[in-house]
């Protein structure tokens, strides 16, 4: 089993894990301008873009590939269910994680009784059922969620569906696992366990992961902070990237 890793620049180590259905290329922009000043290591997850598919997309999986890929201390910028995947990460290997900076998610991506946070199970046991009768299709609509309310929506969603296969369709069993994560995993009792510097990027407009979850989630953390982007929905880095960058970049010149 092998990650695709695209590594750009030179500098402190980065790592940039995307969300799910999506892969690498999305952080293609962002990841040029951070390569400036940063060695910035781009990352299919497994089943995605140029990776190979696994037997099993669990969490614990997912972690144990980044691990052995990178086996200094990094940053981790994860989005979505990349940032579900980064907050694991830091839990399971505090000593390899030196920063994180989490982007549009949340501790638990799915609503329970005492969480409101999130998507509820029924759309997302909905997105499991249509997933296996139309991949592409499935995909199309999450992303349409994804800029629900954002400025320039219409012009983003375009820029998302072009980016969308540009490295070929994810494959279904990652699909399912990833759906899985989002579905059953619910962080906020290890987020103490959390004490790297981390800063949380919310989406004002962010319909998926709202952002009252985010802020949660750096306010359950020992040393947080959230920073809200007016206007922004689920892609932030897309939408507003001066502002993502500037908020970035401070953050790591810490």
Request: proline fraction near 4%; charged fraction near 20%.
């Amino acid at each position: 089993m092998s990650l695709y890793v695209k590594t750009i620049g030179a500098g402190e180590p980065v790592v940039m894990l995307h969300g799910w259905g999506m892969h690498g290329g999305i952080w293609e922009s962002t990841a040029v301008r951070l390569a400036e000043s940063f060695e910035v290591h781009v990352v299919d997850l497994p089943g995605h873009g140029e990776s190979n598919s696994p037997d099993s997309f669990t969490l614990d999986n997912v972690v144990d590939q980044l691990s052995a890929r990178f086996g200094q201390q990094v940053t981790v910028i994860g989005w979505s269910l990349g940032g579900i995947i980064a907050q694991r990460w830091a839990v399971r290997e505090p000593q390899n994680i030196k920063r994180l900076v989490l982007v549009a998610t949340t501790p638990s991506f799915a609503q329970h009784d005492d969480w409101d946070s999130g998507m509820s199970q029924e759309m997302l046991t909905q997105f499991s059922i249509e997933l296996e009768n139309n991949l592409a299709a499935t995909l199309r609509r999450f992303l349409a969620l994804q800029v629900r309310g954002s400025e320039a929506e219409r012009e983003l969603l375009s820029e998302l569906r072009k980016l969308l296969f540009i490295r070929g369709e994810p494959h279904l069993n990652a699909l399912r696992g990833g759906l899985n994560i989002l579905r059953d995993t619910d962080m906020r009792s290890e987020l103490p366990a959390i004490n790297q510097p981390a800063l949380v990027i919310a989406g004002q407009r962010d319909k998926l992961t709202p952002p009252a979850g985010s802020h949660y989630l750096a306010q359950a953390m020992l040393n947080a902070r959230i920073v809200e982007i007016v206007g922004a929905a689920h892609a932030p880095f897309l939408s507003h990237q001066d502002i993502f960058i500037e908020h970035v970049k401070s953050f790591l010149y810490e």
